[in-house]
């Protein structure tokens, strides 16, 4: 019991229990999946699948934030990736043919890591503070993508694109699989290879780190690359799932959710120490309240005041002070070497 | 300094009185070649719009009318700079379509001391003062609304009870306002119909879609979705469809707009009525224009022509569709 007040994801996952429970009470039917044309259909599977993108770009902000970093272009890039993409769908005049979809999709992903290592060239090596040098894109990022789009929503009606996010393979949403496939890969490298440690030392302090042979550099460089690819397929799922690139209000304010997400999750903003499964549930808790919102009925300005409660009660509980308290509070057992 | 500005400014409007008197003197077609127009549109954010701006140009052009056009981005204040230099080339008349309701007095009685006439096209201002501006053209949302409840009430005239989810345009926007209150109206004094919910899905498509996948789940037995604008209505289609169900079939679906986008969804029988918003606005601004010119006295609001479509209307009219 200690120790499981202690631990870092107790509270979100608890916070994120009750949000279901919460649910349930309003919609009996609220669990239910079922098989609908071959795949899973119901609430559930439709907050894990709009909720992916959110996953994704809080993936790529949880590294950043391990290394003191901040990235707030992942907005722009979203909404830059979907344009790329719906462009070249749209201007290509065979948007159905599988190689184009390919080259469309390529395109994008490669713009994004193009922006992503951009980040990474101001902060690593010019050395500007990451919250201005990502808040350069952030600003400029959208402008782009409407001059991509020549001011237009860019609207497309390929089949194949559209697998992206609204497809479905082996009975899941493909968005669902393809966010499960990314956050598998950076859990791997970050978590059975040295990656994970590098990354936290760059945090805990850069300059020891470069003096011991970290390449300080290079981590910083390649996290917020990895951000842009992030937020590009982030980008590209959000697009397909409309079949339009919608310049103006593809991934708004995706950025602050991202950040909600990885700080509900217990990674702390000064860098240094990383959860990628707190980042995880920290993002499945802002889906479902933002689906609890459309179940419930609350008009979208209430809302967010909900949204600041939830993530301030969140916060409070995560605190090292209030931690420490409630575990003096709980009797214990007398046990050795459990203070923390 | 600043009363000998007054008199320059009431002598230029003398004059233009003066000069508009003369030419409704003259009778017949007065010449429009001198006169030169300008235009502060909103931006370039939707289809709509597009269309809108499109239409304005080759409206003037055809007329054989010098139009100036600048692009607010959005900003207030661009359009307000925008005015401002139309007021300073002194233009013949000055047109804009207002990013927001408010805010507007001061840049307007700069043009009302310059003698240069306002209309408004597509939204409105909110001013005391109702001589800033000449007319407004644009549509009426509340009758949007009316109409769509009206085609509700013939297409359920044999069903005892419907259920209806409204999917509400951005909250506290003049077209949202307008369209909902419209059609509450309308389908207010038959009791046969309740709304089950009504949620803002802020005219994008995700929004839609998202709306119509939590609704389905709270209320599977919905008969009619009435969505404020094509873009809702699009993704609330996406959401039908992954529930399994056929929408336009067993779920009917309203929306406001015509877009083309939402004529095929139409035609395809997946929309079943659509309420059109006319963005086409170019023809009735060059006749306004050449009214207010030669003196002649316009309505204070004008409406463009607006109609509905059906499948079958659809059908027939999406090739020669302009946007």
Same mark, same amino acid.
């Given at each position: 019991?200690?120790?499981?007040?202690?631990?870092?994801?107790?509270?979100?996952?608890?916070?994120?229990?009750?949000? @279901?429970?919460?649910?349930?009470?309003?919609?009996?039917?609220?669990?239910?999946?079922?098989?609908?044309?071959?795949?899973?259909?119901?609430?559930?599977?439709?907050?894990?699948?709009?909720?992916?993108?959110?996953?994704?770009?809080?993936?790529?902000?949880?590294?950043?934030?391990?290394?003191?970093?901040?990235?707030?272009?992942?907005?722009?890039?979203?909404?830059?990736?979907?344009?790329?993409?719906?462009?070249?769908?749209?201007?290509?005049?065979?948007?159905?043919?599988?190689?184009?979809?390919?080259?469309?999709?390529?395109?994008?992903?490669?713009?994004?890591?193009?922006?992503?290592?951009?980040?990474?060239?101001?902060?690593?090596?010019?050395?500007?503070?990451?919250?201005? =040098?990502?808040?350069?894109?952030?600003?400029?990022?959208?402008?782009?993508?409407?001059?991509?789009?020549?001011?237009?929503?860019?609207?497309?009606?390929?089949? =194949?694109?559209?697998?992206?996010?609204?497809?479905?393979?082996?009975?899941?949403?493909?968005?669902?699989?393809?966010?499960?496939?990314?956050?598998?890969?950076?859990?791997?490298?970050?978590?059975?290879?040295?990656?994970?440690?590098?990354?936290?030392?760059?945090?805990?302090?850069?300059?020891?780190?470069?003096?011991?042979?970290?390449?300080?550099?290079?981590?910083?460089?390649?996290?917020?690359?990895?951000?842009?690819?992030?937020?590009?397929?982030?980008?590209?799922?959000?697009?397909?799932?409309?079949?339009?690139?919608?310049?103006?209000?593809?991934?708004?304010?995706?950025?602050?959710?991202?950040?909600?997400?990885?700080?509900?999750?217990?990674?702390?903003?000064?860098?240094?120490?990383?959860?990628?499964?707190?980042?995880?549930?920290?993002?499945?808790?802002?889906?479902?309240?933002?689906?609890?919102?459309?179940?419930?009925?609350?008009?979208?300005?209430?809302?967010?005041?909900?949204?600041?409660?939830?993530?301030?009660?969140?916060?409070?509980?995560?605190?090292?002070?209030?931690?420490?308290?409630?575990?003096?509070?709980?009797?214990?057992?007398?046990?050795?070497?459990?203070?923390? | 300094?600043?009363?000998?500005?007054?008199?320059?400014?009431?002598?230029?409007?003398?004059?233009?009185?003066?000069?508009?008197?003369?030419?409704?003197?003259?009778?017949?077609?007065?010449?429009?070649?001198?006169?030169?127009?300008?235009?502060?549109?909103?931006?370039?954010?939707?289809?709509?719009?597009?269309?809108?701006?499109?239409?304005?140009?080759?409206?003037?052009?055809?007329?054989?009318?010098?139009?100036?056009?600048?692009?607010?981005?959005?900003?207030?204040?661009?359009?307000?700079?925008?005015?401002?230099?139309?007021?300073?080339?002194?233009?013949?008349?000055?047109?804009?379509?207002?990013?927001?309701?408010?805010?507007?007095?001061?840049?307007?009685?700069?043009?009302?001391?310059?003698?240069?006439?306002?209309?408004?096209?597509?939204?409105?201002?909110?001013?005391?003062?109702?001589?800033?501006?000449?007319?407004?053209?644009?549509?009426?949302?509340?009758?949007?609304?009316?109409?769509?409840?009206?085609?509700?009430?013939?297409?359920?005239?044999?069903?005892?009870?419907?259920?209806?989810?409204?999917?509400?345009?951005?909250?506290?926007?003049?077209?949202?306002?307008?369209?909902?209150?419209?059609?509450?109206?309308?389908?207010?004094?038959?009791?046969?119909?309740?709304?089950?919910?009504?949620?803002?899905?802020?005219?994008?498509?995700?929004?839609?879609?998202?709306?119509?996948?939590?609704?389905?789940?709270?209320?599977?037995?919905?008969?009619?979705?009435?969505?404020?604008?094509?873009?809702?209505?699009?993704?609330?289609?996406?959401?039908?469809?992954?529930?399994?169900?056929?929408?336009?079939?067993?779920?009917?679906?309203?929306?406001?707009?015509?877009?083309?986008?939402?004529?095929?969804?139409?035609?395809?029988?997946?929309?079943?009525?659509?309420?059109?918003?006319?963005?086409?606005?170019?023809?009735?601004?060059?006749?306004?224009?050449?009214?207010?010119?030669?003196?002649?006295?316009?309505?204070?609001?004008?409406?463009?022509?607006?109609?509905?479509?059906?499948?079958?209307? =659809?059908?027939?009219? @999406?090739?020669?569709?302009?946007?």
């Amino acid at each position: 019991m200690k120790n499981l007040l202690a631990a870092r994801l107790t509270w979100p996952v608890v916070a994120l229990a009750a949000l @279901l429970l919460l649910n349930f009470v309003l919609q009996p039917n609220f669990f239910s999946i079922r098989v609908q044309d071959g795949h899973l259909y119901g609430s559930l599977i439709d907050i894990v699948r709009n909720g992916a993108p959110t996953v994704l770009v809080a993936l790529g902000m949880t590294l950043v934030i391990a290394t003191r970093g901040l990235d707030l272009s992942v907005g722009s890039i979203v909404a830059i990736a979907g344009a790329v993409a719906c462009s070249i769908l749209a201007s290509s005049g065979s948007e159905a043919n599988v190689p184009v979809v390919i080259v469309a999709v390529a395109a994008a992903l490669a713009a994004a890591l193009v922006l992503g290592a951009w980040n990474g060239f101001l902060v690593a090596v010019v050395g500007i503070p990451p919250i201005v =040098a990502t808040l350069i894109l952030m600003t400029a990022g959208r402008g782009l993508a409407l001059l991509i789009t020549q001011g237009q929503i860019v609207t497309v009606s390929s089949a =194949a694109y559209r697998v992206i996010g609204a497809g479905f393979a082996l009975g899941l949403p493909v968005s669902i699989l393809i966010a499960a496939v990314i956050y598998a890969a950076a859990a791997l490298l970050t978590r059975k290879t040295a990656l994970g440690m590098l990354i936290d030392a760059v945090g805990v302090n850069p300059i020891a780190s470069r003096i011991a042979g970290v390449p300080v550099k290079g981590i910083n460089w390649s996290v917020y690359a990895f951000s842009g690819l992030c937020a590009g397929v982030a980008g590209l799922m959000i697009s397909s799932n409309v079949t339009a690139a919608d310049s103006n209000s593809a991934g708004l304010w995706i950025e602050l959710d991202a950040i909600l997400a990885v700080v509900i999750g217990g990674t702390p903003v000064g860098g240094g120490r990383f959860s990628l499964s707190g980042t995880l549930v920290g993002a499945f808790i802002i889906q479902t309240l933002t689906a609890t919102a459309y179940t419930a009925g609350i008009a979208p300005g209430v809302m967010l005041v909900l949204k600041a409660i939830v993530v301030a009660a969140v916060c409070v509980m995560q605190a090292p002070r209030v931690r420490s308290r409630a575990q003096r509070r709980v009797p214990s057992r007398p046990r050795a070497g459990v203070r923390s | 300094m600043s009363r000998r500005r007054l008199i320059g400014a009431a002598i230029a409007a003398c004059a233009t009185i003066l000069l508009a008197g003369c030419q409704a003197g003259h009778g017949g077609s007065p010449g429009t070649s001198h006169l030169v127009v300008g235009f502060a549109q909103v931006g370039a954010e939707s289809s709509w719009r597009t269309a809108n701006t499109k239409d304005i140009e080759s409206a003037f052009q055809h007329a054989g009318i010098t139009l100036r056009f600048s692009d607010a981005e959005q900003q207030q204040a661009n359009q307000i700079a925008a005015i401002r230099s139309y007021i300073q080339q002194r233009v013949s008349v000055i047109a804009f379509s207002p990013v927001v309701e408010s805010g507007w007095d001061t840049v307007l009685q700069e043009a009302k001391a310059a003698g240069i006439p306002v209309i408004l096209t597509d939204r409105a201002i909110s001013t005391d003062d109702p001589s800033l501006y000449v007319t407004r053209l644009g549509s009426d949302f509340t009758k949007e609304g009316e109409k769509a409840g009206v085609w509700a009430k013939k297409e359920f005239a044999a069903a005892s009870s419907v259920k209806v989810l409204e999917i509400e345009g951005t909250t506290g926007s003049a077209p949202a306002i307008g369209r909902t209150k419209g059609f509450e109206k309308e389908i207010g004094d038959d009791s046969k119909f309740s709304i089950v919910d009504s949620q803002d899905g802020g005219f994008t498509r995700a929004g839609g879609e998202q709306v119509m996948e939590a609704q389905l789940k709270a209320h599977p037995d919905v008969d009619l979705v009435y969505a404020q604008n094509d873009d809702m209505a699009l993704g609330a289609i996406q959401a039908i469809e992954g529930a399994g169900e056929r929408p336009g079939k067993q779920i009917k679906v309203i929306s406001v707009d015509a877009t083309h986008d939402g004529m095929e969804a139409l035609a395809q029988g997946k929309i079943n009525f659509i309420v059109e918003c006319n963005p086409l606005l170019g023809d009735e601004l060059v006749k306004l224009v050449k009214k207010v010119t030669a003196g002649k006295s316009v309505p204070r609001r004008i409406e463009p022509p607006e109609r509905t479509f059906t499948q079958e209307q =659809a059908i027939a009219a @999406l090739p020669t569709r302009k946007y």
